[in-house]
C-alpha cells in the first residue's frame, strides 16, 4: 500500500520507528535527569537562592524585572514598527528594473547583513552620541530592515510569474502590482520567516545591555550581583520570561495567519454552476 508521495510504512518500519523513538526518549531523559544530578550537587536547588523571589523583598525584585521586560518590549515593538515599511521599500528598490537603483541598494543591503548588530549600535551610540535606547533601536531598525527586505525579495521571486503578468495585463503599472498583486501574496507566503525574524529582534534587545540599556538582561545582571549565588537563580528566570515572551509572539502571529487564511479563503468567488447546467442543456 503506497501513497502519492511516499510508502506507507510496514510492520518492520515502524517497529524500528517505535525503538529509536523509545531510546531517543530515554537519552533525552537521562541528560535531564544527570543534569539535575550535578545541579543538585551543587545547592542550585537550595532554597536560600531562590528566595529572593518569594521573600519580602520579591516585590522590588519582581518589579525590577517587570521594568526591564517593558523596556525589552519597547525597543523590540518600535524596532519592528519602523524595520518592516522600511525592509518593504528597501525590496521594492533591490527588485526595480533600473540598474542604478538596483545595484546601489544591493549593496547597502549586503553591508547591513554582513554587519553584527552589536557594531551597529556602538557606532551609533559613540558616533552620534546618542542614548543607549535610541543606539539599540537604530541597530535593530538597520539589521531587520535588511532581512525584512530579503525575505520580502525570496517571497516575490517564489511565486509565479503569471501573478505579475495578470497585474500588468489588466492595466496595472509595475509598482502598483507590486504592491497590490505580488507584495501581499509574498508576506502571506514568507510569514513564518517573518514571524520568526521578528524572534531573533525581540532576543536581540539583549545586546542593549553592553550599552547600559536597562532591558531584560541587564535588569537580571544587576540582581544576580547582589550576591553571586544567585547566578543561576536569576539567569534562570530571565530564561524562562524570554521564552514566555517569544512563544507568546508566535501564538500571536499564527493566530493573525490563520484569521488571514480564513478572511481570504471566504472571500474566494463560487463558479455559477447552475447557470452553467443550464447552459449545457
Same mark, same amino acid.
Given at each position: 500500500?503506497?501513497?502519492?508521495?511516499?510508502? $506507507?510504512?510496514?510492520?518492520?518500519?515502524?517497529?524500528?520507528?517505535?525503538?529509536?523513538?523509545?531510546?531517543?526518549?530515554?537519552?533525552?531523559?537521562?541528560?535531564? $535527569?544527570?543534569?539535575?544530578?550535578?545541579?543538585?550537587?551543587?545547592?542550585?536547588?537550595?532554597?536560600?537562592?531562590?528566595?529572593?523571589?518569594?521573600?519580602?523583598?520579591?516585590?522590588? $525584585?519582581?518589579?525590577?524585572?517587570?521594568?526591564? $521586560?517593558?523596556?525589552?518590549?519597547?525597543?523590540?515593538?518600535?524596532?519592528?514598527?519602523?524595520?518592516?515599511?522600511?525592509?518593504?521599500?528597501?525590496?521594492?528598490?533591490?527588485?526595480?528594473?533600473?540598474?542604478?537603483?538596483?545595484?546601489?541598494?544591493?549593496?547597502?543591503?549586503?553591508?547591513?547583513?554582513?554587519?553584527?548588530?552589536?557594531?551597529?549600535?556602538?557606532?551609533?551610540?559613540?558616533?552620534?552620541?546618542?542614548?543607549? #535606547?535610541?543606539?539599540?533601536?537604530?541597530?535593530?531598525?538597520? #539589521?531587520?530592515?535588511?532581512?525584512?527586505?530579503?525575505?520580502?525579495?525570496?517571497?516575490?521571486?517564489?511565486?509565479?510569474?503569471?501573478?505579475?503578468?495578470?497585474?500588468?495585463?489588466?492595466?496595472?503599472?509595475?509598482?502598483?502590482?507590486?504592491?497590490?498583486?505580488?507584495?501581499?501574496?509574498?508576506?502571506?507566503?514568507?510569514?513564518?520567516?517573518?514571524?520568526?525574524?521578528?524572534?531573533?529582534?525581540?532576543?536581540?534587545?539583549?545586546?542593549?545591555?553592553?550599552?547600559? #540599556?536597562?532591558?531584560?538582561?541587564?535588569?537580571?545582571?544587576?540582581?544576580?550581583?547582589?550576591?553571586?549565588?544567585?547566578?543561576?537563580?536569576?539567569?534562570?528566570?530571565?530564561?524562562?520570561?524570554?521564552?514566555?515572551?517569544?512563544?507568546?509572539?508566535?501564538?500571536?502571529?499564527?493566530?493573525?495567519?490563520?484569521?488571514?487564511?480564513?478572511?481570504?479563503?471566504?472571500?474566494?468567488?463560487?463558479?455559477?454552476?447552475?447557470?452553467?447546467?443550464?447552459?449545457?442543456?
Amino acid at each position: 500500500m503506497s501513497s502519492v508521495l511516499y510508502d $506507507v510504512p510496514g510492520p518492520k518500519a515502524r517497529r524500528v520507528s517505535l525503538i529509536g523513538s523509545v531510546v531517543g526518549s530515554l537519552i533525552i531523559a537521562g541528560g535531564v $535527569v544527570g543534569a539535575v544530578v550535578i545541579l543538585s550537587s551543587q545547592g542550585i536547588f537550595d532554597s536560600a537562592r531562590w528566595a529572593v523571589f518569594v521573600n519580602e523583598s520579591a516585590r522590588d $525584585v519582581w518589579t525590577q524585572l517587570g521594568l526591564g $521586560v517593558l523596556s525589552t518590549l519597547q525597543a523590540a515593538a518600535v524596532a519592528a514598527v519602523i524595520a518592516f515599511p522600511l525592509g518593504v521599500a528597501l525590496c521594492l528598490l533591490r527588485i526595480s528594473l533600473i540598474a542604478w537603483v538596483r545595484i546601489p541598494t544591493q549593496v547597502v543591503l549586503e553591508f547591513l547583513r554582513g554587519m553584527p548588530v552589536v557594531l551597529m549600535i556602538l557606532f551609533v551610540l559613540l558616533v552620534f552620541a546618542t542614548s543607549p #535606547y535610541v543606539a539599540v533601536v537604530t541597530g535593530l531598525v538597520l #539589521y531587520n530592515a535588511a532581512i525584512f527586505a530579503e525575505i520580502l525579495r525570496a517571497g516575490i521571486q517564489s511565486l509565479p510569474k503569471g501573478q505579475r503578468e495578470a497585474g500588468l495585463a489588466i492595466g496595472l503599472r509595475s509598482f502598483q502590482s507590486r504592491v497590490s498583486v505580488e507584495f501581499p501574496q509574498a508576506i502571506r507566503r514568507m510569514l513564518p520567516s517573518l514571524i520568526a525574524q521578528l524572534v531573533v529582534l525581540l532576543k536581540d534587545t539583549s545586546l542593549g545591555y553592553i550599552v547600559a #540599556y536597562e532591558e531584560l538582561l541587564r535588569k537580571v545582571k544587576l540582581i544576580s550581583d547582589l550576591e553571586p549565588s544567585l547566578l543561576f537563580s536569576a539567569f534562570f528566570v530571565g530564561a524562562a520570561i524570554y521564552i514566555l515572551i517569544n512563544l507568546s509572539v508566535s501564538r500571536l502571529a499564527i493566530w493573525i495567519e490563520r484569521r488571514g487564511s480564513k478572511k481570504a479563503a471566504g472571500g474566494v468567488a463560487k463558479a455559477p454552476t447552475a447557470g452553467v447546467a443550464t447552459l449545457i442543456k
